[in-house]
């Protein structure tokens, strides 16, 4: 049976993207749709999700689980023990061909019409259903694997901006020791430029250590050396707007069909049950030998005995098979409401996450807009210096306005794709 898994990490519809299939084990194929950036790194997080498939103890212990419970299809595709007997006479009687000696025999039983297939068609549902539990785990790790990429590529992006901040602060630290050469600022502002300076460089440090702890967790996510070196993208484009989502996708979400999946078990289940409680036929065949008779000469005399056997098993006391349809049926209501619990919390992480990303993209905007409006400060401080009345106590406002609304920039942009991980988890 050939099944397909897709989950999509696309974001922005109209942007350019490209679908990358590679092939997994028994058949199945995983699709993650990213985002092309046009820059040499843009396939890395594909290979880190095609690495983390591959090396996952999770995933392979729900891919060997998979395989085990498929291979019980052979074992319910069998007959019952053939039963074999065999008896010898320590009092002979005596029939009129001759005394028996010893007896052997031979049955074979046989369920009612159907029962196999019925035992084979239960196997199967119960294959499916941990096929979707193998679906789940990949969609997860595929998800967690791009969100974690993405916290490594906002704590990698921030660490730029906090050197280009302080490559503008030591310009200004220029411009104020000329200044205090010529009388027009004081050595207390060389001295709050350079404290500003060593309070970047220090969160440049910290940032540093986030990186290194987040690159080892992302590697332990891939199930490989945790000191393997990871490179991130350099730039993540946002949409102006937010695409809208349908709801109604989520109903086809492995978590939600793996419920349908079981239910179609237990009715399998049951069916298995009714054919039990049908009689089994068995075929058999006895054999006895048979001695001379020595006081006399008869016809037939020493012939062998050969009986063919029919026999039937009627399951008369039923109360078992009676007793497991009343659990069958009350499985299916329990997976029905479990089925119900399920979409209705997968329904609210979609709203939150649809919300969230909705809240990025404003944020986004808000930021460029107060970004513009800080440079345009920011050049007018530049251009008083000129007629020499720079005020520095401003410059650092500035600088920190700025560098506060870089920072926010790359977290909402961050935030939408990862938001968007969780929406196409759901949704796609």
Known sequence: MKQFLTVIFHVIKKSSFTLITFPLQRGLVFSCSLLVFHFSSAQDLQEYINIALENNPEVQQFDTKYKRISERKEAVNTLPNTEFGAGYFLSTPETRTGPQQ????????????????????????????????????KRKLATSVAQSYYKLYEVRTKQKVVDENIVLLQTYEKLALTSVEVGKASVVDVLRLQIRQNELAQEKEVLEETFVGMQKAFNKLLNQDVNTPISVIDSLPMPTRANNIQANSLKLHPELVKFDKLYTSVAQSELVNQKEKQPMIGFGLDYVNVGKRTDMNVPDNGKDIVMPMLSLSIPIFNKKNNSISKQNKLQQEEILSQKEQRYNALESVLYRAVSDRNASVISYRTQLKNLERAKKAEQILVKSYETGTIDFNDVLAIQELQLKFQMNKITSAVNYYTQSTIINYLTQ
């Not at 046989?110 to 259903?129: H, K, M, Q, W």
């Open 102 to 137: 010893f007896k052997l025999s031979v049955k074979q039983m046989i369920p009612f019409f159907g029962t196999i297939t019925a035992r084979e068609n239960y196997v199967s549902s119960l294959a499916d259903a941990a096929y979707q539990d193998m679906v789940v785990v």
